[in-house]
């Protein structure tokens, strides 16, 4: 049986995380093996936004904080940041409907945010579509 969105979703936000993490402690490493690590069979949703949001970073970061009131992503917890990069990715790049991409990103960030964390997500992706 394959995973529904929301679980691939949640895979995402944990190969974003891990990969910072690579880049923060300048491990070597490779998306693709980062991606087979956790996700069982191969699969292009998760390969999309997965890359997506990599090749986008720059100006992903730059949304966000633009967005962000007297904050900026990089003060973000890991996780949330990941959530958050990979929400406005969706919402930029993917025909995913807004209400779809908004809902899941919070349910995401209940899970591994605290609430202040979850409140920026919520406050930044409602700018943007309403921007």
Same mark, same amino acid.
């Given at each position: 049986m394959?995973?529904?969105?929301?679980?691939?979703?949640?895979?995402? @936000?944990?190969?974003l995380y891990?990969?910072?993490?690579?880049?923060?402690?300048?491990?070597?490493?490779?998306?693709?093996n980062?991606?087979?690590?956790?996700?069982?069979?191969?699969?292009?949703?998760?390969?999309?936004?997965?890359?997506?949001?990599?090749?986008y970073?720059?100006?992903?970061?730059?949304?966000?904080? #633009?967005?962000?009131?007297?904050? #900026?992503?990089?003060r973000i917890?890991?996780?949330?940041?990941?959530?958050l990069? @990979?929400?406005?990715y969706?919402?930029?790049?993917?025909?995913?409907p807004?209400?779809?991409?908004?809902n899941?990103?919070?349910?995401?960030?209940?899970?591994?945010?605290d609430?202040s964390?979850?409140?920026?997500?919520?406050?930044?992706l409602?700018?943007y579509?309403?921007?």
């Amino acid at each position: 049986m394959g995973k529904t969105r929301s679980e691939l979703r949640e895979k995402v @936000m944990i190969i974003l995380y891990q990969i910072d993490i690579f880049k923060e402690r300048k491990i070597k490493y490779d998306v693709d093996n980062v991606i087979k690590d956790n996700v069982e069979i191969e699969n292009e949703f998760v390969k999309n936004i997965v890359y997506g949001v990599i090749t986008y970073q720059n100006e992903l970061d730059e949304l966000a904080n #633009s967005l962000i009131n007297n904050w #900026s992503i990089d003060r973000i917890d890991k996780s949330g940041a990941a959530i958050l990069k @990979m929400a406005l990715y969706e919402l930029k790049y993917t025909d995913t409907p807004e209400i779809v991409v908004i809902n899941e990103a919070i349910e995401l960030s209940k899970k591994y945010s605290d609430e202040s964390v979850r409140k920026i997500i919520n406050a930044v992706l409602d700018k943007y579509i309403k921007n």
